[in-house]
């Protein structure tokens, strides 16, 4: 198997982190990315054996600050000679909220993050990618293909994510360049611990309360939920790095591929009450889940 230099963004935690691991034990060159640099790196266990082969070159890179994207580029041209096989463009966070209770800040830092961060990232690496006929592969996101309340903002990051992902594959396939996006379901990371809430959405909030408290509810007992293991998603990125001729879209994940079925087989309205009967139902369940505790707790 021919040695490959692979980027990937985002390697402190979740897909980034398995999947820079798995690829440095297959033999490849990667260079990784995560906010605190090596310092960080330091203390996560996973990356010491694949710091210890001497593949693995760690850097600091913040998406919203594109001036820390400069030692990485500059180490793909001084080492690896001004190439790169595949870059995979990982790094995301999501903030959910009811689209009315977002603050500018929200709203620019969810799309800082998640597209404009990525895409001047991913600027700075195509004469590296066009000199291997490279790939690029984009972890988008099941909500990047259909949106569900409170996910607007990381939806609309995520739907820019494949908008500049399709007009680059028409730009770059004349140059022999592929690109991917991935569409995964849940699964299970550290993605749902590092969710942010809208900023000005409270639990008293008179028009989205009851949504709200639902929402925290089911963030609080997410431990009890079993979301598939991300070793999945790491499995279709490595097979992505290495097929000869990639798909431009991957829908990964049960709940995804029945999302994709359901918005392609139900009219909007349908989905509209369907959609307003889960949040419902969800919303009665955890008032009656309180309730009860609050009826059973010592007083
Ligand atoms: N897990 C899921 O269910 C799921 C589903 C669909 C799509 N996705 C997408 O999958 C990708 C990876 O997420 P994950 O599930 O592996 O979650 P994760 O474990 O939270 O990993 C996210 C990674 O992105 C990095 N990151 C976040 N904000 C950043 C910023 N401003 N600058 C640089 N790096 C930043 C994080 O670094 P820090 O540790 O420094 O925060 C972390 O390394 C994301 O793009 C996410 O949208 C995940």
């Given at each position: 198997?021919?040695r490959k230099k692979i980027l990937i963004t985002g390697v402190?935690?979740?897909?980034?982190?398995?999947?820079?691991?798995?690829?440095?034990?297959?033999?490849?060159?990667?260079?990784?990315?995560?906010?605190?640099?090596?310092?960080?790196?330091?203390?996560?266990?996973?990356?010491?054996?694949?710091?210890?082969?001497?593949?693995?070159?760690?850097?600091?890179?913040?998406?919203?600050?594109?001036?820390?994207?400069?030692?990485?580029?500059?180490?793909?041209?001084?080492?690896?000679?001004?190439?790169?096989?595949?870059?995979?463009?990982?790094?995301?966070?999501?903030?959910?909220?009811?689209?009315?209770?977002?603050?500018?800040?929200?709203?620019?830092?969810?799309?800082?993050?998640?597209?404009?961060?990525?895409?001047?990232?991913?600027?700075?690496?195509?004469?590296?990618?066009?000199?291997?006929?490279?790939?690029?592969?984009?972890?988008?996101?099941?909500?990047?293909?259909?949106?569900?309340?409170?996910?607007?903002?990381?939806?609309?990051?995520?739907?820019?994510?494949?908008?500049?992902?399709?007009?680059?594959?028409?730009?770059?396939?004349?140059?022999?360049?592929?690109?991917?996006?991935?569409?995964?379901?849940?699964?299970?990371?550290?993605?749902?611990?590092?969710?942010?809430?809208?900023?000005?959405?409270?639990?008293?909030?008179?028009?989205?309360?009851?949504?709200?408290?639902?929402?925290?509810?089911?963030?609080?007992?997410?431990?009890?939920?079993?979301?598939?293991?991300?070793?999945?998603?790491?499995?279709?990125?490595?097979?992505l790095c290495h097929q000869r001729r990639i798909p431009f879209?991957?829908?990964?994940?049960?709940?995804?591929?029945?999302?994709?079925?359901?918005?392609?087989?139900?009219?909007?309205?349908?989905?509209?009450?369907?959609?307003?009967?889960a949040m419902r139902r969800l919303t009665r369940a955890e008032?009656?889940?309180?309730?009860?505790?609050?009826?059973?707790?010592?007083?």
């Open positions: 198997m021919k402190s935690s979740g897909f980034g982190l398995l999947s820079c691991v798995r690829l440095v034990e297959m033999g490849h060159e990667v260079l990784g990315t995560l906010r605190g640099g090596l310092t960080r790196a330091r203390s996560i266990p996973e990356l010491q054996p694949a710091l210890a082969t001497g593949r693995l070159t760690l850097f600091d890179v913040e998406l919203v600050q594109p001036e820390s994207f400069r030692p990485a580029m500059a180490f793909i041209a001084s080492q690896w000679g001004g190439s790169l096989d595949v870059l995979i463009n990982n790094a995301g966070f999501g903030i959910l909220g009811p689209i009315e209770r977002l603050s500018e800040e929200d709203l620019r830092n969810q799309m800082e993050v998640n597209f404009f961060g990525t895409v001047l990232f991913t600027q700075l690496t195509l004469p590296a990618l066009r000199k291997t006929k490279g790939r690029i592969l984009n972890v988008s996101s099941i909500a990047g293909l259909l949106s569900f309340p409170f996910y607007g903002i990381y939806s609309a990051s995520k739907f820019a994510l494949e908008g500049i992902s399709e007009a680059l594959l028409y730009e770059l396939h004349p140059q022999g360049i592929q690109v991917g996006l991935i569409e995964p379901g849940g699964f299970h990371t550290s993605f749902t611990s590092s969710v942010r809430q809208a900023a000005h959405l409270g639990s008293e909030d008179a028009v989205y309360g009851d949504e709200k408290r639902a929402m925290d509810a089911v963030m609080k007992r997410r431990h009890q939920f079993t979301l598939p293991d991300p070793s999945r998603v790491v499995d279709l990125l490595v097979k879209r991957t829908v990964i994940g049960r709940d995804a591929a029945l999302l994709c079925f359901l918005r392609k087989m139900l009219p909007t309205n349908v989905l509209v009450r369907v959609l307003g009967w008032k009656a889940r309180s309730q009860s505790n609050k009826i059973g707790a010592p007083s």
